[in-house]
């Protein structure tokens, strides 16, 4: 629980605190927009990292024995979900299992894209959140489950590894924390180096 909230501390709030700096916005808004966000993502991101197992065991036919997308907050769950699937082969599992982890991978990638070429940095709230969504909670996801398996925590980590080995399981983790790590920090250090310059954004919009 501890490494996780500073996890989310560094991986999440910190690039936010830092580019909500760069963009000199009021400490309250700050605060807010920060708050917000952090809702948004906290509610979001267990049920799309179940859906995103959902998705390759619908379309490989597999039986869905249960599906849980939220942690059970009247239970004293903060965290957690599960998608439970009786798989047919390993193969198929380690579809399933890896999707999650593939397609973080993939929204780093294009989360940095379109925020360093389309998205206007004079839209902070737009902006942060899908820095957050698209762009630090994949490299979350993988660092998050990654750390926990090295530290011998059961995840999917473990399922990868049960269905082609170890090596391969920190292969995966080790590569997504490289390209997710790197998304990010190609991101944030554009957004730093556009104001370092001297840029200033000229109206920002609260939206």
């Known amino acids: 629980m501890l490494l996780t909230t500073i996890q989310i501390a560094l991986l999440i ?10 963009v000199s916005l009021r400490t309250s808004q ?9 809702v948004i993502w906290y509610a979001t991101y267990s049920p799309l990292h179940e859906l995103r197992h959902l998705l390759p065991a619908v379309v ?41 982890y593939l397609t973080d ?10 925020l360093t070429k389309l998205v206007p940095r004079s839209r902070p709230l737009t902006f942060g959140l899908l820095l957050t969504i698209l762009v630090t909670s ?7 489950n990654y750390a926990a398996f090295v530290l011998g925590a059961k995840n999917d980590f473990n399922a990868i590894g049960y269905t082609t080995s170890v090596a ?3 292969a995966i983790g080790i590569i997504g924390t490289i390209v997710t790590l790197g998304a990010g920090s190609l991101t944030l250090w554009w957004v730093l180096k556009k104001h370092g310059a001297g840029e ?7 939206g």
């Open 200 to 206: 200033q954004v000229s109206s920002i919009i609260p």
């Open 105 to 114: 991978i993939l929204f780093a990638i294009f989360g940095a894209v379109l």
């Open 30 to 38: 700050i605060v807010l927009f920060i708050a917000m966000i952090y």
């Open 138 to 144: 994949p490299l979350f996801d993988v660092v998050n």
């Open 60 to 100: 490989l036919k597999e039986p869905i024995i249960d599906i849980q997308l939220f942690p059970h907050f009247l239970q004293g769950e903060l965290s957690g979900g599960h998608i439970t699937t009786k798989y047919s082969n390993a193969g198929n599992e380690f579809i399933i299992v890896l999707f999650p």
């Open 168 to 170: 391969t399981a920190h």
């Open 13 to 22: 709030i910190l690039p936010l605190l830092l580019y909500y700096r760069q």
